[in-house]
Each structure stands twice: as C-alpha cells, then as structure tokens.
C-alpha cells in the first residue's frame, strides 16, 4: 500500500530550536548554529570533580578570560564534524598525490646526503612540536568553556596529530619507510641543544594551567613563529640545497595554518574587544610567550639559516606584533 | 634514482607498521617539567600502569584515515538526511506516538553523546601514553559526531512536534533527565581511569548493544528513516569504541594484579549504574514504540544474559567476577517497564511528552511476553485507571516522587520476589538520611557518600523552592507551583505534557497526514480518512 501523505502547504509549529531562536530569531538555523550553539551543559551540576573539587565539571572559571557570553567565540569556517571531516578528507586526498608522487620518484631519498640530514635535522623533530601542540589543543577541549571554542579546538587536536603524521611521513620519505629518520629527529628533539630551548617551552605549556593562555601561546604565538619560520624561510634554505619536493610537502602544513588561523584570529579578536580586563590579559600572554618562544627558536634558525637567522627572526615577530596589532591587542 | 648508499629501495609498510611508525614515537620522557606535573590525574585513583607502551592500539588509525573513512560515512549520511528533510521524512513514521520516544532521546541522550566527547578530551590530555590518548582523542571525535548527527536529524522532527526544541535546556533542568545528567556527570567527574572503565567498558562493551540493537531496530520497523540511518552509521563507530573498552579492561588488569579489585569495584558499580539508565529503553521498547520489535525481558536474556555471561567467564582468568547486582537485574526483568511506565502516567502532567495507557492489543502483546507478571500485576492497574479514565476521573499524581540519591530514578522499584513492596533503602551520612531504590545504588552511596551527597536533586530542589525563574512570585495569590517549575524546566504546561489523546501533537498529525495518531486506536478527529490502516482497527475492535 502507498500511503499518502499530504504535506504541501505544512507549515512547521517552529523554524529552529528555542535556544537558537533567542539568538537568531525564528528562522532556520545552519548546521553550524545547531551543532553549537548552547551544547555544553552550564546548570544544575550534580558532583565535584575528584580532579578539581573546587570547581563544577564545565566551569568558566578555567581561565582568567570572562566573557559575556562564551559563544561570541565563533569559528568563522562554521566548522561542524561533517563539513570539518569532508573537507579534512578532500584535503588529504591531494596531498596524498603529492606524496605518491614525491615516494615514486624516490625525490627526498634521492638528495644528497648532506640535503637528507639537513632536512632530518630541521624539519622532522617538529612531529614532537605538533604532538606537543596536539596536547595542548586537548587541554583547550577538555577545560574550555562553550562548545563554540571546545569543537574547533577537538578539530584542531585532530588537525595536530594529522600534521605530526604529515611530518612523520617526510620522515620515512626520507629514510625509505625504515624509521630511521623518526628515530634520529626524536634523539635532535630530546637532546641536541639546538631544539631544548624549544622543547622547554612546549614542556612549559603542558603545566600551564589556564586553557586560554593555552590556546594564545600555543595556537597564537608559536605557530605564528614556528610555521613560516620552518615552512617558508627554512623551506626556502633547504629548497637551495634542490628540493623543491619538500616544499610542495611542507606547502601542505602551510595551507592548513592559513586556514586555522582565521578560526584564531575570530577568537582572539572577539574576546579582546569583550573587555578592557581581556584585552589587557591576552596581550600579557603574547607578550610573554613571544619574549619565551623567540630566543628558544634561534639556536635551530641559526644552525639552519646561519646569518640570515636573525633577519627571519625579525620578520616573523613583526609578523607577529603586526597580527596581534589588528587583533586589538597592545604589546 | 636514489641517491648513493641509499639505492635500496623502499620498505613496502603493512598497516601495522605504518601505524607504529606514525604514531608510537611521538611522546617522548618530559625533563623540563615533572611528569607528575604535566599528567596530574591518573595517580589518584591508585591504579598501577608499569608500561604505557604494552597498550595495544585496537584501532590502528592514522589521522588521514579517518578523515578519509569517516568523511565517506558523512557524505553518505547526510545525502539521506537532506532526502528525509525534503521530503518530510517525519511523516512517515507510524504514528504520532513513536515521536514521543524521539522526545526521550533528543532531551535525554544527546547530550550524554556532548558529555562522553568532553570526558573523552579529558583523557586525551591527562593519559601518559600516545596509545591510550590517541585513541580517546578519535573517540571524543566520533561522540561529537554522534551528538551533532542526532542534532541534524532530530531538528527536522523538532519543527512540527512538540517538546523536542529545548533540547539543551531541558537537559540540565528537568527533573527525569538528571538520571542520564547525572549518570554521565559521574563519570566524567571520576578519575581518568574510572572513567574509561565506566564508559568504554561497563557501558560501551557491555551494554551498548542493548541500547543499539533494539532502539535502531525499533526506528527501521516504525519507519523512521532518519534515525536508523545515523544510529547505522554510528554503529560502525561504536565497533570502534566496544574494541577500546576490552582493549582497556586487559590493559588495566594485566599491568598489575592491585589494578583487579579497583576494576572490579568499578565493573559492579557501572554495570548497575548503566543497567538503571538503559532501563529507561524498557519503556520505550514495550511502550512507545508502536510497531515493537522485541520485549525489554527479551533483550536483557540476549543482550545480557547471554552475551554478558559470555564475557565475564572469559574474564574470569583474570580473577574477574560477574557484576555483583547482575542477579536483581534478571530478577526485575519482568517488571521495570510496566513500573516506570506507571509512574510516568501517574505523573503525565509534569513530563515533557504525551502519555497514553496500552491499548486492548498492547496488552495482549505483554501477556503474551511477560506471561509471569503482566496479567497479575500490571493489568488490573491498567485495567483500573482506562475505567478512572472512562468516567471521567483520570488518575493522576499531584505531588513528585521521592527520588534516589544516586541513580535519580522515583523510588519506584520492588523488592526482589515481591513486586508488591516497593525497595526503599537508606544510609546515614553526617547526621543526614539519604535514600536510595536499591541494594545496588545503596552500594554506590556508601562507598563514596561525600560525591553523591553533591547530586542536585530536581524533585528536593522544586520542593525547596530553587526551580522558579527570576521574576516569578512565589506569594502571589496566582502562584502555581507546579506551573512555575515546569516552566522552569522548560516543559511548556498544557502543550509538551499531559495525555496523548487530544494533545497538538495527535491532532497536528491526524489533520497533516490524514493518519490515526494512534494506530490502536482509530481516528481522534474526522481529519482521518477512512484509510486501510483505520479500517483495519475498526475491524479489529469490532472483532
């Protein structure tokens, strides 16, 4: 039997849920407005984390930042698992072309060994980077408060792991699948004095308690330093020694810092422009973090860029201060 | 063409090792900082780990792999979304009432999907290991995932029926919902390791089956296209999940034998806690689902009795037992349906969805499934209140139940062997009485009675006159106080709650699909057609 149903001239009782009716108005809501807006839980919570007793399982007060309201904070790619996770995908399967590419032709492991060691000792240990980053992005998940920030940042710890992977792949492409690049970057990363001044303060990120300041020296100020000094000024050191095939692998990690750092900059901007007291906190965390992670980069820029070291250096930072500037930070 | 001394050429990877490569080295032994510092939280709870590194990846994904995977599974599931939404998919479940279990799922469940991603990302940071965080980092992502495709797919439903808007709100506020609340609160307000034996273990292995199998079996025979087709492309995630819950009970117990009691404290407290909150489906399986698919005593013989009795004797080489209150659950099996439907009834007016009494042919069915209990206990009460009905004087509660302490369920359960003495316990703490439903919530209570003494209780709450909205008067000479804490709750009173028959939703449906809202029943309003479907109930009442 065919049932018949009559629904032309059906109206809906409702064009969206309440909550995002008291934000939007009664119209229909994107997939983004309905998969974040208001998720989080913010009443009536029943038990006192045995890990934070003094605080509710999702508490505001996890960082000095106090919003009016936490979901100003939009990530204005209106990410959602869907969309982030086709989009993840289509960009995956271009740089996997790439990477057939670069492994067919043998590209990395046919550079001479000089080239192959510089690349190993400049670029690969910075999987542990993005491990670390990836750490840190999961404190920003977990302790953040609205989902309007802890979703992007889920999506960017997934980001973090795909990018130590990304780098670890250079790695292999270089050692020819036996490891032997990972094992010797993860030896530079734990013990050779150019990368401990980096490492001491990613390993000072992961006891910095405050998911804000988290989020701001990490996913602000280092990336801002660490990804065009590595993928644009490094890359174009080592690209002199012939390999324009790790550009076209390390233009891969660039792209995704472009992309991600809209997301940074819509946060970073609207909590600024919230309140006097934000504004002035953020720009302390810049400020400190910048004055941190600048010296910890230089022994690593300058054993791989010599005397062109510091001027890379100061274009990044202005780079730097020209971004935070914009944002509506003082430094 | 590789370069000399390096003319060998590449190692072909299997996915093993690929895996490996990719991921096992990324950590590394912190010297700037304390470890202790860095991953503050898994030393509390006393379990022993010698070795990070002997956790056994059970998914083996690389991050690319899994945008690839499950952006395929996405594509694919929100092309069926976008049909359903065209189309007007939610007009072609079977009637009006299958949507009031949507209701309990939108309100109750989606939001446990948000909280296990958040207790998931706490995981993900605070675990030593990169095994064990990568694989709680790809688990929060699919929770995410769930609770934003249950959102997509439900938000169709929540246009053109009632109830189902408030979704969040409702959540942390009304009273019936701080059992899932609660539930999933005390999880993820647990240490790590509790945590992930309570959620991958107690109730993702042991129990998720129960919640999957009978719930998308019921949307596929009720025609709800929408909801089988996420809970399906969920499935394939919760795979994922139950491998991550053995994969951490073998873990935990074969790192050290002090690991044993600790899980074994953890395997009986989460088993009963799990059991309580996926009782709820008892209702919706022998209730609300107009064309049923299997009864809640059925489930629980397959679901656990069977698959759980399996599990547990595998483990039991680890010096693993059973859970200890598995017995009351086989013994209740007969009961816990009709018992909380009968409270739901009773308490119609302060619930956010429509309530009906099983029709001549629902009972039918529950005498013919439940042929121990049904037809001495529960029947003459139905029997009872559609006669209280017939004359005009409906039963109804005016007050709101005592509640229990832990699982936040009324105190509506009986005692084992006698279904006519409700099962009422209480503990003493720091001059206070606390009480519980049973033997089973009573052991949570009194081994940890300064968490639980913490649970907002909605019903305590209304009671002490904390659930009103700002503004509102409690000494006006209008003052209604169950008014005013419904609206507290966001349950709009005389639309969202109430009896079915005669409801927005009932009549809504019968003047936009020309169907019954109720196909036991027969037309409410002449907007019904004499369609097959009425004609059959015709018949068969006249028969």
């Known amino acids: ?331 | 063409m590789a370069a000399e001394g390096n003319a060998k050429p590449a190692k072909k990877l299997n996915l093993k090792e690929n895996y490996a490569l990719l991921t096992r080295g990324l950590g590394w032994e912190p010297s700037y900082e304390k470890k202790e510092d860095i991953f503050r939280n898994v030393d509390f709870e006393g379990v022993v780990i010698h070795d990070w590194d002997k956790w056994e990846d059970p998914f083996r994904l690389t991050m690319d792999a899994y945008w690839k995977y499950q952006g395929e599974k996405e594509r694919k599931l929100y092309a069926i979304v976008d049909a359903f939404q065209q189309h007007n998919g939610q007009f072609n479940v079977t009637d009006a009432r299958y949507v009031q279990a949507l209701k309990v799922f939108i309100n109750g469940i989606t939001e446990l999907e948000y909280d296990s991603h958040r207790g998931f990302n706490m995981l993900a940071r605070e675990f030593p290991g990169v095994g064990p965080r990568i694989a709680a980092q790809m688990q929060s992502l699919d929770e995410l995932r769930h609770a934003t495709t249950q959102i997509h797919t439900i938000s169709q439903y929540a246009k053109y029926f009632t109830g189902m808007n408030e979704f969040p709100y409702q959540f942390d506020r009304v009273w019936y919902l701080s059992i899932p609340k609660s539930f999933f609160e005390d999880a993820v307000t647990s240490g790590p390791f509790e945590f992930i034996v309570a959620i991958s273990f107690a109730f993702e292995y042991v129990l998720t089956n129960l919640a999957f199998m009978p719930w998308m079996s019921g949307a596929a025979f009720n025609g709800d296209m929408a909801t089988v087709s996420f809970g399906f492309s969920a499935q394939s995630d919760e795979a994922r999940h139950m491998t991550l819950g053995i994969e951490v009970i073998k873990f935990l117990l074969e790192q050290d034998p002090a690991n044993v009691p600790l899980v074994q404290k953890w395997i009986d407290k989460w088993f009963w806690r799990g059991y309580r909150l996926l009782s709820l489906l008892a209702t919706m399986m022998d209730y609300m689902l107009p064309k049923r698919v299997m009864a809640w005593n059925e489930a629980w013989e397959i679901y656990y009795e069977q698959n759980g009795g399996a599990l547990f004797a595998d483990l039991a080489r680890y010096g693993i037992k059973p859970p200890k209150r598995a017995p009351e659950t086989i013994a209740e099996k007969g009961h816990v349906a009709h018992q909380m439907w009968s409270v739901f009834y009773a308490n119609r007016d302060a619930v956010g969805f429509q309530m009906w009494l099983p029709s001549d042919e629902e009972m039918a069915w529950m005498s013919e499934k439940y042929p121990d209990t049904f037809d001495q206990y529960y029947r003459p009460r139905y029997e009872y209140w559609k006669a209280q009905e017939a004359a005009g004087t409906p039963f109804k509660n005016s007050t709101l139940p005592q509640l229990c302490q832990v699982c936040q369920w009324p105190c509506l359960f009986t005692e084992s062997g006698d279904p006519t003495t409700l099962s009422l316990r209480e503990s003493e703490y720091q001059g206070q009485t606390f009480h519980m439903c049973s033997d089973g919530c009573k052991d949570i209570f009194d081994d940890t009675p300064e968490k639980y003494v913490h649970a907002w209780l909605p019903v305590h709450q209304i009671y002490q006159g904390n659930c009103f909205l700002p503004g509102v008067d409690p000494t006006a000479p209008d003052f209604n106080p169950m008014v005013e804490a419904l609206r507290y709750m966001g349950i709009k009173p005389g639309v969202d709650n109430g009896d079915f028959k005669g409801s927005a939703d009932a009549t809504n449906w019968e003047k936009w699909t020309s169907r019954p809202a109720n196909i036991h029943e027969g037309a409410y309003t002449d907007a019904v057609r004499d369609t097959a479907s009425t004609a059959d109930v015709t018949a068969r009442k006249a028969g």
């Open chain 1, 1 to 331: 039997m065919s049932v018949e149903i009559r629904t032309k001239g059906v109206k809906p009782l409702t064009n969206s849920f309440g909550h995002l009716q008291r934000r939007f108005g009664d119209k229909p809501a994107t997939r983004y407005q309905e998969a974040t807006y208001d998720i989080q839980s913010t009443a009536n919570f029943h038990y006192k984390p045995l890990w934070d007793p003094t605080r509710e399982m999702f508490d505001a007060r996890r960082t000095a930042v106090v919003m009016k309201d936490w979901y100003a904070l939009k990530d204005p790619r209106q990410f959602y698992y869907g969309n982030y996770t086709t989009t993840r995908a289509k960009q995956q399967d271009a740089i996997d072309r790439t990477l057939d590419f670069v492994e067919k032709r043998d590209l990395l492991r046919s550079l001479s060994q000089d080239a192959r060691e510089r690349i190993i000792h400049a670029i690969v240990p910075l999987r542990h980077y993005e491990w670390g980053a990836n750490t840190n992005s999961a404190h920003v998940a977990a302790y953040g408060y609205g989902t309007a920030i802890t979703s992007p940042a889920m999506m960017n710890t997934a980001d973090r792991l795909g990018m130590a992977q990304h780098i670890s792949r250079i790695g292999l492409l270089i050692d020819g699948n036996s490891g032997d690049a990972l094992l010797a970057a993860q030896a530079l990363w734990t013990d050779h004095p150019d990368w401990q001044p980096l490492r001491r303060e990613v390993e000072r990120l992961f006891v910095t308690r405050d998911w804000f300041e988290v989020f701001v020296a990490q996913l602000l100020v280092a990336d801002a330093l660490v990804y065009p000094l590595f993928y644009q000024h490094i890359d174009g050191a080592l690209g002199g020694g012939g390999s324009s095939a790790l550009s076209s692998l390390n233009d891969h990690l660039l792209r995704w810092y472009e992309e991600t750092a809209k997301w940074i900059d819509a946060v970073i901007k609207t909590a600024a422009a919230d309140s006097a007291e934000n504004k002035a906190l953020i720009s302390g965390w810049v400020q400190t973090w910048r004055n941190r992670l600048a010296p910890a980069l230089q022994p690593i820029v300058q054993r791989v860029l010599g005397n062109q070291a510091d001027d890379a250096l100061a274009s990044v930072l202005a780079a730097l201060d020209a971004r935070a500037a914009k944002l509506g930070l003082s430094l």
